[in-house]
């Protein structure tokens, strides 16, 4: 791996040492630098998840990805720095009371002095790594985030309070609060290959979401600023604002403006 060029392209100038403070430094960079997007699934081009590809699209191409691609390419960075990274697959809600099969989601713990829970592939989500401990709540920018178990399962949880609500207490048990899952996953480890099916169906099924819509999201230092269909999104805090894209010039404008993304329409192929 080429760590200057990777590190260039997350933004990233700070300590390298396997500590705590380089890996919340290092995801909430990566975060600011690299979209969470699907572009290429509707543009038929195949999405592959061997460390090259995954260099050459997001660092060297200056491309996103989801959660497989993202997640993937962090834990071979925080590998190469020497920290402790382990693979875990995550089932991501469907409907109230179901949630999708294994391997729908990719997720990373990063062993320290304790365990910590790493994403830089979900979309809108905790943007500092969660201790991996039961019940251990965070606080940011206005949202809780938890950790409990259930049946067994790890659940990551979130709150969003009332504007100006914040509060410092304990929460979680508060039935006054509504918390919702993002995901669940056990502590199973697993390999990049153990996902490649579930890669392809979401590259290719018609029941998958991400062939239903494209999506290109990130995040900012005062929000969020997101593409799907035809509406440009943009967050500051406690703003919201949205922009009809109407056609494919404007959505290309959209794409290099807010994401530093130029597509080429010479990779486009049959998937």
Sequence with gaps: MNLDAYLRRISYSGPLAPTLETLRALHYAHLLAVPFENLD???????????????????????????????????ALLSHLDFQVTLFSARVPIQENRVGPEFDHLTLRVDLDTPWLADVGFGESFIEPLPLLPNAEQFQRDVFYCLDTRDDRWRVLRYSPEPGNRRGVAVLTDAACEWRMLYDFTLQPQRISDFYAMCRHHQTSPESHFTRNRVCSILTPTGRVTLTGARLVITEGATRREIAVATSEEYDTALQQYFGIRLDTAQTTAV
Excluded: T
């Design 41 to 75: 699934i509707h543009r038929g081009v195949p999405i592959a998840l061997d460390q090259q590809h995954l260099f050459d699209k997001i660092v060297l191409r200056r491309r996103g990805g989801f959660c497989y691609e993202l997640n993937s390419l962090f834990a």
